[in-house]
């Protein structure tokens, strides 16, 4: 494994290699993960700074994370320190990125990267309160992927049990005035076990409790499976119920995976904690939801 500091596309950044994985975070804005995948091969990330904006904040691409507020998914204080330079402390296993102060909420946000073995991390990302109030809400981990026309994406629904059920949140129009072509959409689909994504250009999202936590990403040009999960807490609270959340933008110019964290109250120098952990495994073809979980637990 090597960790070092280097330029990504003109940015400052830092690497982790390992004979497997190539994991890049940019520092000079951010904290943002611009690569992902494997040594020599191409980025499963979107990375297209410039191209998509929404006023003056840049969505850029990569992995980011945000802030849920109680009772909503998104607000527009969330990403309002998104394209600040953020600081970077190097570690034996990864490193540490943390953002720039937010002014108005007086929080600050962040991750650290560890490698766990050759084809997987562990992100554990993080909000201080850094004010003399209390600040309340959840963390939100959401990763611009890019889907080609043979891309599958893949949740595992339910635990399995005799009372087994999933929560299914569908959209007509949300935050921004993004939708508005109804629930129908057949580039969802359900398996007897699954909720399976085939993207095919129509913005939409969906929303999910799965107590598994898991999503899938089978890419099949590289013959690659990009898995990431995040604990989920039956007790606590989740935006709309939810855990997992999928998202298509228009002409699939990008699919998010998103997972979110349960709302917590935080006092003074208080911080909230997310973990993901993100795995590559080679695939010829996307995988069944019992394969998903047998692979969560090797």
Not at 30 to 51: D, E, S, V, Y
Not at 66 to 84: K, L
Not at 139 to 159: E, I, K, N, Q
Request: with cysteine; net charge positive; glycine share 10%.
């Amino acid at each position: 494994m090597k960790i070092k500091h280097v330029t990504f596309e003109g940015l400052a950044a830092v690497e982790l290699l390992t004979p497997k994985l190539r994991l890049v975070a940019i520092t000079a804005r951010g904290p943002r993960i611009a690569f992902w995948g494997r040594p020599g091969g191409a980025n499963l990330l979107l990375w297209a700074p410039g191209k998509y904006r929404r006023g003056e904040w840049d969505l850029l691409g990569g992995h980011r994370l945000w802030a849920t507020r109680p009772g909503a998914d998104e607000a527009e204080e969330t990403y309002a320190v998104d394209d600040r330079p953020a600081t970077v402390v190097l570690r034996s296993d990864g490193f540490t990125v943390t953002g720039a102060p937010d002014p108005r909420q007086r929080t600050r946000r962040g991750f650290t990267v560890r490698a766990l073995a050759d084809d997987r991390v562990a992100i554990d990302h993080f909000l201080r309160n850094d004010g003399d109030m209390l600040w309340s809400g959840g963390l939100w981990a959401l990763t611009c992927t890019v889907p080609s026309a043979r891309s599958a994406y893949v949740v595992p629904l339910g635990d399995g049990s005799a009372w087994d059920y999933a929560t299914i949140i569908a959209f007509r129009t949300w935050g921004g005035g993004h939708g508005g072509k109804g629930f129908d959409d057949p580039q969802f689909r359900f398996t007897a076990e699954a909720l399976v994504l085939r993207p095919s250009g129509r913005e939409n999202k969906r929303m999910v409790k799965a107590e598994a936590g898991l999503i899938a990403m089978h890419a099949p040009a590289q013959r690659l499976l990009f898995v990431k999960q995040a604990p989920y807490r039956p007790e606590a609270g989740y935006p709309l119920g939810t855990n997992l959340a999928l998202y298509v933008g228009p002409k699939n110019f990008m699919v998010e995976m998103e997972t979110m964290g349960p709302a917590a109250t935080l006092k003074p120098g208080q911080t909230l904690k997310h973990r993901e952990t993100w795995r590559l495994a080679p695939a010829p073809s996307a995988p069944t939801a019992p394969e998903l979980r047998r692979l969560a637990k090797a």
